[in-house]
């Protein structure tokens, strides 16, 4: 597809302004990892514990902590962060093929929908009326933008992103496939009727949702809008794929979760949280600032200091594990008997 | 988009049958919620620990229950539940453009498809052969209708909605975009061979899905078809997003399921249930009538009788958390020494 | 839709080399359970605990067991194993209609894609620059086919398959709706600014997915691309739907997974493994050949041999769980104390 790209390794020092250990002169002309980059790759040591996967690399170069660079035979870059500088560095040798302006020709856009020149939209796309594409905005093919939603400056919808209705979406947001966003929260009042039965009545989700700056959001992701007000992600929120944001949700700036995450109706998560993997956060609590959820842990109440936060059990052999799921079952008895034991204990002892 | 709908407060009272107190001159424009409604907006008290909130609303009227009433000092309906009064009320105030009939250009319908002249067809809709799109059924951009499909009267699948096969919704069903409805069931059945290995053969699902009147069904929740007979759900089952239902499931009239939930093949649900978000349940399991599920339990035997059923721990500082868990590894062991105690100890008593 | 397939009795046993008891002349047009197949229909008997069901079949003939057998009154087909016997007959009577080789006038076709002359490319596909669509590959509608993806020989994308980027299908690959193969894995790099905040630095994800022959996944299943090097997943893995699969993981040939179970990144998950309903894997950790890991178990360290594992609590009513919940919270705690007990009735001991 794409004419392959090479930078001169001094050429990469000056641009990221990092310290060049070596040969200057050598060619990179992509990244791989410590075991398998070749002699015209560059690669990253970020964890000193790996240290010795050195000795044993081809790669042309390695980007890496000064006190690692002394054990480093070859050409390498210096880095504070060398995770943050390989990814920078990285992002030069991203085959993803720059989008044309435009618009494809079977794509279906409302009279009154407003797309701005330099944005491209893809095959099959449908844009209805109200919205509003913004400049340098990408939508690759099947992306539906609902009424009244905005993509904003060099967002980029990867393909078959589906904004419902009334979403906004900041600059630089990127948007992977299948996710949906601005679906009707779910919301249901249950009407009892005479017999004591009833049904459910819905609720109408007049509220909308609003993503800020440089956010992500992962592949069949979906994001509810609110049933009043918006439902919220400040800038740089980072979410995984197939994560569920009910409605009212908002989330603070520069906060991540892992895949298959999901927060329930009016949960309020600070900023800078890592929410692990499947992790769940009930409704209507609060989760302070720079708290860190482990994966699949469940927040049955709100959090209010920063801090790593668990739940579950270990796994186990399932013969063992039976035994002891079992003795759960009975565990408020097992503590009433260990303190029956003490008093009986302590009652001897003052008796003798 | 929408023309601004106002609607005295007299005239809602009269139409959704609510005592009227104070003001029924007063024009209502929308609604909000306590806290930021505007005296043109409706607002509610639902619950009547929030009562102290009555005092800063800036609400122009509020539904509310009559023992709430005495406390609110502006204009207000009387409703017995004032959630279902103020759902049906804010339901006037939707701005969802009602949908055009007829078929859109960039629709590929199979030449023996019955589309109802009344109904909606989207941009780049495909209708497969032998499908039924029914009178008023609105179906939004992208959606797939796949061989012998039937979409009930004024039911919407809002856009990107696919039935795949067999797939027969009632009317009034409203479904959310990323729905897939009668995939193939996962049937797999394992062929050894000589050498007791082998590899997997796959089981024809030859079922479809049948959904009942005014069902919901969330946002990329996959509904599979059955094996051999159908996967049923009742009238008025609620679906939020990212459901799984395996094939062959059964989920009774009223039941409503919050988002991440998962049903594993050939489980029965009974009517009335609330199955919380994230929470399972195991195959060829019954559930009966009137049972909650609590967020994130799995339910791994059949409940025979009404109320609430929970598993999982309680979410703790990791640090602590990482002790208890430690010890659950062992509790069997620890129920076993405690059991030892006391019979050490009465035979202590009774040899004393 | 299709014409109906009637098949002699002896034909059927004939065909998959069964034993034949009964009436050979029977005609059986298609399949049925126990307890609700005609007389014209097949069933199947796989476990003999439900051998008394084979009193009131009305079922033309059914599969079972040799030591089953003596127990049928009507025809039956001896197999060694009833549910593969059963499988490969009932595919007989799928329906499915066969698609018709060529390209849909709608779907859209970059001019450097290949697709082979019998392939069938449904409505609304999209095929981009380098794909390549191999002999008798099926695209229902709606699929897209992004840069440099190949699609092997019989191969099926029912509707609505993304395939992102640098994926690679194998033979007789059969895709889901809704499913997103080859979307960005997770990868961010925190950049600490000077007041110790900062944001998040992209990864770019260069590696691709590679799926081998025969292997199933679920709708709205989805497959993250690797890092650097590619996600795999070995021959005849079959995915159950809403599966998240990370980068870099790589699965061994015929495990399968079942409904919502997610894997989290590099991940090596061995062959012949069995993974249940919603269970997780953390990110790098290995799993043996022949490992099952039951509903929702959460796999937190390495498994270096073949075994049933498990992790979770049973699930109670909500009273009694509340009450052993609590416990969980001081289980360290009571451990200690039991320890303390033993101690003193030792010392105790020794003394007397």
């Known amino acids: 597809m794409s004419t392959p790209t090479r930078y001169r390794l001094d050429e990469l020092a000056a641009r990221f302004k990092l310290e060049l250990r070596g040969d200057g002169a050598r060619m990179i002309a992509g990244v791989g990892t410590l075991a398998t980059a070749t002699s015209g790759q560059l690669s990253f040591l970020a964890n000193s514990r790996y240290r010795t996967q050195l000795d044993g690399s081809h790669a042309g170069a390695i980007v890496l902590r000064a006190d690692d ?16 500088a390989f990814a920078k560095i990285a992002a030069l040798f991203d085959p993803t093929p720059a989008a044309v302006p435009g618009v494809h020709p079977s794509a279906v856009i409302a009279a009154d929908a407003r797309v701005d020149a330099s944005a491209s939209i893809g095959p099959h796309c449908v844009i209805e009326a109200g919205a509003i594409i913004d400049s340098g905005a990408v939508l690759g093919p099947h992306c539906v933008i609902g009424v009244d939603c905005a993509v904003g400056a ?35 009042a249950f009407e009892r009727d005479a017999s004591d039965h009833g049904g459910w009545i819905k609720v109408p989700q007049l509220g909308g949702v609003r993503i800020g700056d440089d956010c992500e959001i992962g592949a069949n992701t979906t994001i509810d809008r609110g049933a009043i007000e918006d439902t919220v992600l400040e800038e740089d929120v980072r979410l995984d794929n197939q994560i569920q944001i009910a409605h009212n949700v908002h989330i603070g700036a520069h906060t991540a979760m892992a895949g298959c995450a999901a927060v329930a109706g009016s949960a309020k998560i600070g900023r800078y949280c890592l929410i692990g993997g499947g992790a769940g956060i009930l409704g209507h609590l609060n989760v302070a600032d720079g708290v860190t959820i482990t994966a699949r842990a469940l927040v049955t109440h709100s959090i209010h200091s920063a801090g790593e936060y668990s739940s579950g059990v270990p796994l186990q052999e399932s013969r063992q594990w039976r035994r002891n799921a079992a003795r759960f079952k009975h565990l408020d008895d097992l503590a009433r008997r260990v303190q029956a034991i003490e008093k009986e204990l302590e009652s001897k002892e003052s008796k003798s």
Chains 1, 2, 3 share one sequence.
């Not at 660079?69 to 943050?84: K, Q, R, T």
């Not at 078959?160 to 919301?187: E, M, N, Q, S, Y």
């Open 154 to 188: 060099q967002s980029r919808l990867v393909a078959r992103v589906t904004l419902v209705t009334r979403v906004t979406l900041g600059k630089r947001v990127l948007v992977h496939p299948g996710a949906v966003i601005g679906a009707d929260g779910f919301g249901l």
């Open 69 to 84: 660079a002394v054990h480093c035979a070859g050409a390498c870059l210096i880095a504070a962060d060398p995770y943050v």
